[in-house]
């Protein structure tokens, strides 16, 4: 058996295609693991579990029928739907993790996280971030009217889009300092991760670095077993008409 890690599929209704990969993937590649992991950004934004969502209500039940085939199914929070809350993951048969989430992987000490906490040279980010993980004002937005918070959330993105025309890349990556000083404080070998962008696997001094790949004109899925790590990249198919 596997245990399978995905991450920043960004999955929306401008995007049918990624959804269409990601229901496959389910039902051909999760079904075979013992466990799959969603490191954040599973959606391409998140308002609320109150939304009513065609896409989400599609996702959590193709999640819930994974579950009930007997694979564990865990999500850990991206910067694009950190206000996923328990409702749908009760919905989804989904356990949700905290910000760092430590375990045993056949045998080895491993830390998952979504990796935006880890690129510290941004900082203007990290000021947002701090700012919106806040949770008394979370609590308050959670209880604007439903179109105030689609309308604030669209316009969140344009801002972000635009502020990562200005920024360099390497601001955007992890610090390895912080990498480091993660994995030292929790005492893990491995770490994975995603929200970069940049699939790779990273020698460091205290072990691995997996970086999971985004899904866009391909899909990505991290397989680990006892047998070692292997990360997989396939191409997604267009959505035919009909």
């Known amino acids: 058996m596997t245990t399978l890690f995905i991450s920043d599929l960004h999955l929306s209704d401008h995007r049918p295609e990624l959804t269409a990969a990601f229901l496959r993937f389910l039902q051909q590649e999760a079904c075979q693991a013992e466990a799959l992991y969603i490191l954040g950004d599973l959606f391409d934004f998140w308002v609320g579990d109150d939304e009513p969502s065609g896409l989400h209500e599609q996702v959590a039940a193709a999640l819930r029928a994974l579950a009930e085939q007997g694979v564990a199914l865990y999500f850990l929070h991206g910067n694009r739907d950190f206000l996923l809350g328990d409702a749908y ?38 000021k947002y971030r701090r700012w919106v993980s806040q949770g008394w004002l979370q609590w308050l937005f959670l209880r604007l009217p439903l179109r105030l918070r689609l309308r604030l959330a669209r316009r969140i993105r ?59 004109s391909h899909w990505y899925q991290l397989a680990v077993g006892p047998d070692g790590i292997h990360q997989q990249r396939h191409p997604v198919e267009p959505v035919t008409a009909g």
């Not at 989430?101 to 080895?108: E, Q, V």
Request: with cysteine; charged share 20%; glycine share 8%.
């Open 89 to 126: 993951a009760r919905r989804a048969g989904l356990t949700l993790l905290p910000e760092c989430h430590r375990l045993m992987l056949y045998g080895r000490p491993t830390l998952l996280l979504h990796g935006d906490t880890l690129c510290t040279r941004d900082l203007a980010y990290q």
């Open 158 to 216: 344009q801002n972000s889009r635009q502020d990562k025309a200005y920024k360099s890349s390497s601001s955007m990556d992890v610090t390895p300092e912080a990498v480091s000083q993660l994995l030292q404080q929790h005492g893990c070998s491995l770490m994975i991760h995603g929200h970069t962008h940049r699939p790779a696997c990273h020698a460091l001094a205290e072990g691995e670095r997996w970086v999971l790949g985004d899904w866009d």
